[in-house]
Nanobody, 125 residues
């Protein structure tokens, strides 16, 4: 069993930055692919960024490419999402997710077994 707890959300002006953190429990964290998803009001939950078990393999949604960076620290059981040059369209609840069946990330929401409770990010114009 893995528990995920996100933190770092908040209110920021357009053009600003935030760093989200996801703290994981569980002995096999380093074997799991991890990802960040987000869900805006009235919209589907969507893939934002993913990272493989070693951190060498990463991927991003087109809407955040070049602005967001995902990373992980397996020793500390942490996953991060550095978000720069934020836009009002980035406003959403951000969720951390773990895929216990794969060491490489997927963009498919249904592949993830564990989810955090989410952290709100609000970007004002």
């Amino acid at each position: 069993q893995v528990q995920l707890v996100e933190s770092g959300g908040g209110l920021v002006q357009a053009g600003g930055s935030l760093r989200l953190s996801c703290a994981a429990s569980g002995r096999t964290f380093s074997n799991y692919a991890m990802a960040w998803f987000r869900q805006a009001p009235g919209k589907e939950r969507e893939f934002v960024a993913g990272i493989g078990w070693s951190g060498a393999n990463t991927g991003y949604a087109d809407s955040v490419k070049g602005r967001f960076t995902i990373s992980r620290d397996n020793a500390q059981k942490m996953v991060y999402l550095q978000m720069n040059n934020l836009e009002p369209e980035d406003t959403a609840v951000y969720y951390c997710a773990a895929d216990r069946h794969s060491t490489f990330y997927s963009r498919t929401r249904g592949n993830y077994d564990y989810w955090g409770q989410g952290t709100q990010v609000t970007v004002s114009s």
